[in-house]
C-alpha cells in the first residue's frame, strides 16, 4: 500500500483549525498567483519581443543601406583610380597639351590614346557605370575607348542631345573641379534625375592637363541596388556631398521627388533624425569622401513585414485567463498527487544527474584531448561550436596561445611501454608547463605529443618563459625516467581559430631539433631558398577548407603560404612555378567535387574554369578558392541539425548500435557538443528521447499485437526496438507505464506517452 507524502507535515504539525477544507483554498490562491505571473510576464515579454522585433527590423535595414554604400565607395574609390591612371600616362599628357589637330601626330596619338582607354574598360566593367568620356579642351574633341570626335558633333550627332542646352552642357563641364561631384544632366539627356560624375583631370595634381573626364551612372542599375529588397514603391535615396550639394536622387516609382528638398535640409544637419512625416529615415556617411546618405521608407513598412498581432494577443490573453482559471480547478481537485509523483521525478533526475556528472568527469581528459585535435587540425567550420569548445576547454577571452610538437625517445635499450611513458610524460607536462590557464595535450603517435600552452594577453614574452619550463621538463624527463624530450614550438598565436597554423609550424619545427636544440622556435629555423613550402597537411587543409565553405581560413591559409615562400624563402621564379602549380592541383581537386545543380551554376563553373587556365597568380587562385566556397556554402546543411538529426532518429530506432558515438560520425559533429545542442533544442537528452521512440513503439506493437502469437511476438520484442537484452527493456518499460509488457499486453489499451 502506497503511503501519501504530506508535505505540510515536513514543515509543522497541522493544528486542529488547519483543517482538509483550508488546503484547497490555499493551493488554488498560489496556482492563481503564479499563473498571473506568468501571464504578466508573457505580456511584458510580447511588448519587448515586438519592440525588440522593430528594432531588428530597421537594424537590417540599415545594414542592407551600408552595404550597398559600401558598394558605392568602392565605385567611387574605382574611378577615381580610373582618372588618376590618365595623370601618369605621358601619351595621354602629350595628346592633351596638344594646340590643334595641325600638329604632327595628332591623329596617331589620338589613336594610340583610344586604345589604351579601350584596353581599360574593363576596369569599369561591374561599376553602375554606362559610359566614360574625356573632353579635351585644348583642340574641342571628345575621345573615349570607343568614340573619337569633334566636341558638337559629339553633342548633336553621337548622343543627339537637346540642342537647345548645349552650352548649358558646355558650361557644366568646364565648371567641375578636381573634387568628385554629381552633376545633374537631366537637363539635356532628358533621362530624369540622371546624374554625371565630372572631374577637371587638371586640377587633381598640380600638372598641366587641360582635359575633363566624366562618368555617366546607370540610375537603372542605382535603384535595383537600393529598392530590389523593398517591395515599397515609394522608397527614396538621397546624396549630398559636405558643402550640402545634392549628389544623388534615386526613387522608386511611385517615389514623391516634392519631399527632396526638405529631405535635403534634414540630411545636411549635423544630426538627420530619425524619422519625418510618415517615413522612418535611415543615414550613412561615406568612408571614402564626404558624401553622406539618406534611405528614405515608409513607416508602415516594418509593420507590412512583421504584421500586426495585436489584437490576436488580446483575444489569446483572455482565453489563457479563463484557460488558467480551468487549470487552476483541476490542479485543486487532483490535490497533492502531483505534488508526490513530482517530488519522485525529481530523485530520479538527480540521480541521473549525478551519475552523468561522474561518467562526464571520467571522459573529460578523452573529450578534451578530441576537441584539441580538432582545434589543431583546423576542420571545425562552425563558429558557434567553436566557441562551444573553447568554453568547454576554459580557453574562451584575450589569451596568447603556443603550439609544442613534442617528440621523446629513451635512452635505454630495452623497449619501454609506451603507454606507461606517455602517461609519466603527460604529468609531468601538466606540472611544469601548467600557467595560470588549463595546459592540454594528446598524444598523435608513440613518441609524439602535441601541446597546447595558454598565456595571458598581457605576457611579455610567452616564448622565453615557455623555454624555462620546458627545460626544466626535459631535466626532469632526463634525470628521473631516461627520456630526451624534444619540442618545436610554433609561432605566438592571439586568434585560437588560426591555432592550426601555430601546429604546422611546431610540427615542421620538430624535425629540426636535436641534443643541443631542444626548445626550437619556428621562428628561429632557417628557410632553405630552394625549397617549396607546401606540404600535403597544408594541401589537405586548404582542400578541406574550401569544401566547408570557410573562407576567413581560405584566406588565412593563403597569407601563410605566401609568407613563407615569398616572405621567408623569395623562392626563385622555376620554384614558384613549382608553388603555383601544386596550389593549382589542389583547387581542381575541389572544383571537380562540385556536381552543378542549375544552369546558373554551370555557368558559373564555367567562368572559373576558364580563370583557372589565366596566368597563375596568387590573387587568381585565392579568388578562385573564395569563389568555389561560396558553391559550398550554398549546398551547406542547415545551420540548425536538430530536425535532421530526429527525422534519422525516427528511421533508425530499432537499430542496437544507435548511440550518441554513431550519431555524431553521421553528422560530423562532436560527442559533447551534439549532446549538448540536442539537449539545448528539445528539452530531453538524447537517451531519453531515444528511449522514448522505442517504448512507445513497443506500446502501439502490443496493443495490436495478435492474440494467437502474443507469447512468440513479446519473447521477440525487445530486439526488434534495439534493446539488447529483455531485462533493460522490461525495468525501463516498467519504470514508464507502471507495469511490464505483458501486464500491458493482457490490460486495455493504453495511450503512449509523447
Same mark, same amino acid.
Given at each position: 500500500m502506497k503511503r501519501k507524502l504530506n508535505i505540510r507535515s515536513l514543515f509543522h504539525p497541522p493544528t486542529q483549525e488547519e483543517t482538509g477544507d483550508n488546503l484547497p483554498a490555499k493551493i488554488a490562491l498560489y496556482y492563481s498567483i503564479i499563473l498571473l505571473v506568468c501571464l504578466l510576464m508573457g505580456v511584458s515579454l510580447y511588448f519587448s519581443s515586438t519592440s525588440n522585433s522593430r528594432s531588428d527590423?530597421?537594424?537590417?535595414?540599415?545594414?542592407?543601406?551600408?552595404?550597398?554604400?559600401?558598394?558605392?565607395?568602392?565605385?567611387?574609390?574605382?574611378?577615381?583610380?580610373?582618372?588618376?591612371?590618365?595623370?601618369?600616362?605621358?601619351?595621354?599628357?602629350?595628346?592633351?597639351?596638344?594646340?590643334?589637330?595641325?600638329?604632327?601626330?595628332?591623329?596617331?596619338? #589620338?589613336?594610340?590614346?583610344?586604345?589604351?582607354?579601350?584596353?581599360?574598360? %574593363? !576596369? =569599369? $566593367?561591374?561599376l553602375p557605370i554606362t559610359e566614360s568620356h574625356i573632353y579635351l579642351t585644348n583642340h574641342d574633341y571628345i575621345i573615349s575607348g570607343s568614340q573619337f570626335t569633334e566636341i558638337d558633333q559629339f553633342y548633336r550627332s553621337y548622343r543627339k542631345y537637346r540642342s537647345d542646352h548645349y552650352e548649358d552642357w558646355l558650361d557644366m563641364l568646364v565648371s567641375a573641379d578636381g573634387s568628385e561631384r554629381n552633376f545633374d544632366a537631366s537637363a539635356f539627356t532628358g533621362i530624369p534625375n540622371q546624374m554625371w560624375l565630372v572631374r577637371n583631370i587638371d586640377d587633381i595634381m598640380m600638372r598641366k592637363i587641360?582635359?575633363?573626364?566624366?562618368?555617366?551612372?546607370?540610375?537603372?542599375?542605382?535603384?535595383?541596388?537600393?529598392?530590389?529588397?523593398?517591395?515599397?514603391?515609394?522608397?527614396?535615396?538621397?546624396?549630398?556631398?559636405?558643402?550640402? #550639394?545634392?549628389?544623388?536622387?534615386?526613387?522608386?516609382?511611385?517615389?514623391? %521627388? !516634392? =519631399? $527632396?528638398?526638405?529631405l535635403q535640409k534634414l540630411l545636411v544637419q549635423e544630426n538627420t533624425p530619425d524619422s519625418y512625416r510618415d517615413f522612418h529615415l535611415l543615414t550613412q556617411q561615406s568612408t571614402h569622401n564626404d558624401w553622406k546618405y539618406l534611405l528614405v521608407l515608409?513607416?508602415?513598412?516594418?509593420?507590412?513585414?512583421?504584421?500586426?498581432?495585436?489584437?490576436?494577443?488580446?483575444?489569446?490573453?483572455?482565453?489563457?485567463?479563463?484557460?488558467?482559471?480551468?487549470?487552476?480547478?483541476?490542479?485543486?481537485?487532483?490535490?497533492?498527487?502531483?505534488?508526490?509523483?513530482?517530488?519522485?521525478?525529481?530523485?530520479?533526475?538527480?540521480?541521473?544527474?549525478?551519475?552523468?556528472?561522474?561518467?562526464?568527469?571520467?571522459?573529460?581528459?578523452?573529450?578534451?584531448?578530441?576537441?584539441?585535435?580538432?582545434?589543431?587540425?583546423?576542420?571545425?567550420?562552425?563558429?558557434?561550436?567553436?566557441?562551444?569548445?573553447?568554453? %568547454?576547454?576554459?580557453?574562451?577571452?584575450?589569451?596568447?596561445?603556443?603550439?609544442?610538437?613534442a617528440v621523446s625517445y629513451s635512452q635505454s635499450t630495452q623497449v619501454d611501454d609506451s603507454i606507461a611513458r606517455n602517461e609519466i610524460i603527460g604529468e609531468s607536462i601538466q606540472h611544469f608547463l601548467q600557467t595560470d590557464y588549463p595546459v592540454y595535450h594528446y598524444n598523435s603517435l608513440d613518441h609524439a605529443c602535441i601541446i597546447l600552452v595558454p598565456f595571458a594577453a598581457d605576457s611579455k614574452d610567452p616564448l622565453m618563459e615557455l623555454q624555462t619550463r620546458v627545460m626544466k621538463l626535459h631535466d626532469h624527463l632526463m634525470s628521473e625516467e631516461s627520456l630526451w624530450f624534444y619540442t618545436g614550438?610554433?609561432?605566438?598565436?592571439?586568434?585560437?581559430?588560426?591555432?592550426?597554423?601555430?601546429?604546422?609550424?611546431?610540427?615542421?619545427?620538430?624535425?629540426?631539433?636535436?641534443?643541443?636544440?631542444?626548445?626550437?622556435?619556428?621562428?628561429?629555423?632557417?628557410?632553405?631558398?630552394?625549397?617549396?613550402?607546401?606540404?600535403?597537411?597544408?594541401?589537405?587543409?586548404?582542400?578541406?577548407?574550401?569544401?566547408?565553405?570557410?573562407?576567413?581560413?581560405?584566406?588565412?591559409?593563403?597569407?601563410?603560404?605566401?609568407?613563407?615562400?615569398?616572405?621567408?624563402?623569395?623562392?626563385?621564379?622555376?620554384?614558384?612555378?613549382?608553388?603555383?602549380?601544386?596550389?593549382?592541383?589542389?583547387?581542381?581537386?575541389?572544383?571537380?567535387?562540385?556536381?552543378?545543380?542549375?544552369?546558373?551554376?554551370?555557368?558559373?563553373?564555367?567562368?572559373?574554369?576558364?580563370?583557372?587556365?589565366?596566368?597563375?597568380?596568387?590573387?587568381l587562385y585565392e579568388s578562385i578558392a573564395l569563389s568555389l566556397c561560396g558553391f559550398f556554402v550554398e549546398s551547406a546543411e542547415p545551420s540548425d541539425p536538430i530536425p535532421e538529426i530526429k527525422d534519422y532518429l525516427r528511421d533508425n530506432f530499432t537499430d542496437p548500435s544507435l548511440c550518441l558515438t554513431k550519431l555524431s560520425d553521421q553528422f560530423h559533429i562532436s560527442e559533447s557538443y551534439l549532446s549538448h545542442m540536442f539537449k539545448e533544442r528539445t528539452g530531453e537528452n538524447f537517451s531519453v528521447y531515444l528511449e522514448n521512440l522505442r517504448l512507445n513503439e513497443a506500446v502501439r506493437r502490443l496493443q495490436h499485437m495478435d492474440k494467437g502469437a502474443k507469447d512468440q511476438g513479446l519473447s521477440s520484442l525487445y530486439l526488434d526496438l534495439g534493446y539488447n537484452n529483455p531485462t533493460t527493456f522490461r525495468r525501463a518499460f516498467k519504470k514508464c507505464f507502471g507495469m511490464t509488457p505483458s501486464e500491458m499486453r493482457d490490460s486495455k489499451p493504453t495511450n503512449p506517452r509523447s
Open positions: 527590423f530597421w537594424d537590417q535595414r540599415l545594414v542592407n543601406f551600408q552595404s550597398n554604400v559600401s558598394f558605392l565607395d568602392h565605385s567611387l574609390s574605382t574611378l577615381d583610380s580610373y582618372s588618376r591612371q590618365l595623370l601618369i600616362d605621358s601619351t595621354f599628357i602629350r595628346f592633351s597639351n596638344m594646340k590643334s589637330r595641325d600638329e604632327s601626330g595628332f591623329y596617331f596619338t #589620338a589613336y594610340t590614346v583610344k586604345n589604351v582607354l579601350t584596353s581599360r574598360l %574593363y !576596369s =569599369l $566593367s561591374n587641360p582635359a575633363i573626364i566624366w562618368f555617366e551612372w546607370d540610375m537603372n542599375q542605382l535603384n535595383q541596388l537600393f529598392f530590389s529588397q523593398d517591395s515599397t514603391p515609394d522608397a527614396m535615396v538621397l546624396a549630398v556631398n559636405g558643402e550640402g #550639394a545634392l549628389q544623388f536622387l534615386l526613387g522608386a516609382k511611385d517615389a514623391d %521627388y !516634392s =519631399l $527632396s528638398d526638405d515608409p513607416q508602415d513598412l516594418c509593420a507590412q513585414a512583421l504584421g500586426n498581432y495585436d489584437l490576436l494577443f488580446i483575444f489569446i490573453i483572455v482565453l489563457a485567463i479563463l484557460g488558467a482559471a480551468w487549470v487552476v480547478v483541476l490542479m485543486v481537485r487532483q490535490n497533492m498527487r502531483p505534488i508526490v509523483q513530482l517530488g519522485k521525478q525529481l530523485q530520479i533526475v538527480q540521480g541521473d544527474n549525478a551519475l552523468l556528472k561522474e561518467e562526464m568527469d571520467v571522459q573529460r581528459p578523452f573529450l578534451s584531448a578530441s576537441y584539441l585535435r580538432r582545434i589543431l587540425s583546423g576542420h571545425i567550420s562552425s563558429g558557434q561550436e567553436f566557441d562551444y569548445i573553447m568554453r %568547454y576547454l576554459h580557453l574562451d577571452g584575450d589569451l596568447k596561445f603556443l603550439v609544442l610538437f614550438v610554433g609561432t605566438v598565436c592571439t586568434e585560437p581559430f588560426t591555432l592550426w597554423e601555430s601546429y604546422e609550424q611546431a610540427r615542421m619545427a620538430s624535425r629540426y631539433t636535436a641534443k643541443h636544440h631542444i626548445y626550437l622556435p619556428y621562428e628561429v629555423i632557417q628557410k632553405e631558398e630552394d625549397n617549396v613550402y607546401y606540404p600535403v597537411e597544408i594541401s589537405a587543409k586548404l582542400q578541406h577548407f574550401i569544401a566547408t565553405g570557410n573562407s576567413a581560413q581560405v584566406t588565412e591559409m593563403f597569407t601563410l603560404i605566401h609568407h613563407e615562400n615569398i616572405e621567408e624563402r623569395s623562392l626563385p621564379i622555376n620554384m614558384m612555378n613549382f608553388l603555383l602549380s601544386d596550389i593549382k592541383n589542389t583547387i581542381l581537386r575541389a572544383r571537380f567535387s562540385i556536381a552543378p545543380k542549375s544552369k546558373d551554376e554551370k555557368m558559373r563553373l564555367a567562368q572559373i574554369d576558364e580563370r583557372i587556365n589565366d596566368v597563375p597568380t596568387f590573387p
